[in-house]
């Protein structure tokens, strides 16, 4: 079914989504942990991460623009690698964003129990997560129109104390706290590091590239939505962090809610509680976002027979109802599990399964799609997606062996999944057939 055109995704809103899927806990509580690793240089980790970011940004924002269709990651790869290569991407995105959609309601879970401290006991937590992850599935079953509203006023409610965090932070910036700029246990190894703990906090850019149908004209909108989002939110993440350290300096390694602890300095308690209000509003907005986008990752799947047919079907709102509802069951148990440390601390390594393919897509897409129109080229010819490949596999070169085998591990649980599938498909048809 399609989405009809007033209930689709304008520019302005993908770009809220965008921004929304991809600012939450993690700036609020990364700044400190990259400084213990490397200082002030943590500022060029920044940097560092948000050009490798733009540089896979830029070989998604070629590939979605030419595809309409739901998918994303999946329908990159299974166009460029078949249909095999495509179900272990696309199975991968759905479990790894289920993943991070529990491990968001828990967190917001545990921070609405700071606050109130009512909530600070298990069967109150088992009720909010309950309500987050079936409230927010309800509110997309009414219709991406509704979920439009909600995410852009939770963006928007997100960005602003952080907005005020810069604009202020910054007439309380210390220069002698840059120094030294490098620090004497300064290492490759300890860069790595901190790069890949960085790293999370910009992923999720690629989630909407998975919401394709539900836009306008995703072909054009899509690759200015993606470049735009990056690079808003670089920007916002280097600001950050150069605020943080200017104003807290050697005392930012020592705090585990940077941004909290250094809006305190300058703004005494009204500016704790304006941040605490602002990572509330954060950790919702990962949420709202994460509970619109996770389900479409199954519909890409089942459009093309590789999960359930009825997880396709959509109402007369155009909304994926089915899929919709199989993707809260499924995050609710994992967010009610509370064994989320180690999932994500390996989310980052398994993100490199969607954003490897893409980028090698984009390169075998020059050649089998070298005369199909595009909305964006990225320029420089293959330097670009290149480099992208060559700095990603550095970055994983820098993960644990334990944290590699724990990120990867959801391609082969995906295999027999994939068979079943075409073994189930290929009974039906030949059924259909008799």
Do not use: C
Not at 319 to 331: H, K, M, R, Y
Not at 386 to 391: G, L, Q, T
């Amino acid at each position: 079914m399609k989405v009809k055109s007033q209930n689709k995704l304008g520019l302005a809103s993908i770009i809220l989504l965008g921004v929304n899927a991809i600012i939450g806990s993690g700036i609020f509580l990364l700044p400190n942990q990259a400084y213990s690793l490397v200082g002030s240089s943590s500022i060029f980790v920044f940097i560092f991460d948000a050009l490798l970011v733009i540089t896979i940004a830029l070989s998604f924002a070629e590939a979605a623009s030419l595809f309409t269709k739901d998918g994303g990651p999946y329908v990159y790869a299974k166009e460029a690698f078949g249909d095999f290569v495509g179900f272990e991407v696309g199975f991968i995105k759905w479990i790894i964003s289920m993943i991070a959609w529990a491990t968001m309601a828990n967190g917001l879970a545990t921070a609405l129990a700071q606050i109130f401290p009512a909530l600070n006991h298990r069967p109150a937590q088992i009720a909010v997560m309950s309500g987050i992850i079936i409230g927010l599935s309800m509110i997309n079953i009414l219709g991406v129109n509704f979920s439009k509203i909600i995410n852009n006023i939770a963006t928007v409610g997100k960005v602003i104390p952080l907005i005020l965090f810069i604009v202020v932070g910054i007439f309380f910036v210390k220069i002698s706290n840059f120094h030294p700029i490098v620090p004497a246990n300064f290492s490759n190894q300890n860069f790595g590091a901190a790069a890949l703990l960085i790293f999370y906090a910009f992923t999720g850019f690629e989630s909407i590239a998975v919401a394709s149908e539900d836009m306008e004209n995703p072909q054009k909108s899509l690759p200015r939505a993606i470049i735009s989002v990056m690079t808003i939110v670089s920007i916002f993440y280097v600001l950050i962090q150069i605020v943080s350290i200017g104003v807290l300096g050697p005392q930012l390694s020592k705090v585990t809610t940077p941004i909290q602890a250094a809006m305190t300095q300058f703004m005494g308690s009204g500016g704790l509680v304006i941040v605490a209000l602002g990572e509330i509003i954060s950790i919702s907005g990962i949420n709202i976002a994460s509970s619109f986008i996770t389900p479409r990752s199954a519909v890409a799947l089942a459009d093309d027979g590789l999960l359930p047919a009825f997880m396709k079907k959509r109402n007369k709102r155009g909304v994926p109802v089915w899929a919709i509802i199989i993707t809260a069951l499924i995050t609710l148990p994992i967010a009610l599990s509370g064994s989320f440390t180690t999932l994500a601390a390996i989310s980052v390594v398994s993100r490199f399964a969607q954003y490897l393919p893409t980028i090698l897509a984009v390169l075998v897409f020059r050649k089998t799609k070298k005369d199909a129109p595009r909305a964006f080229k990225i320029p420089f010819g293959p330097i670009i997606p290149i480099i992208a490949i060559f700095v990603s596999l550095w970055l994983l070169s820098k993960a644990s062996l334990h944290n590699l085998i724990w990120g990867f591990g959801g391609l082969v649980i995906a295999i027999p999944f994939y068979f079943i599938m075409k073994y189930l498909n290929r009974k039906h048809s030949t059924n259909n057939n008799n």
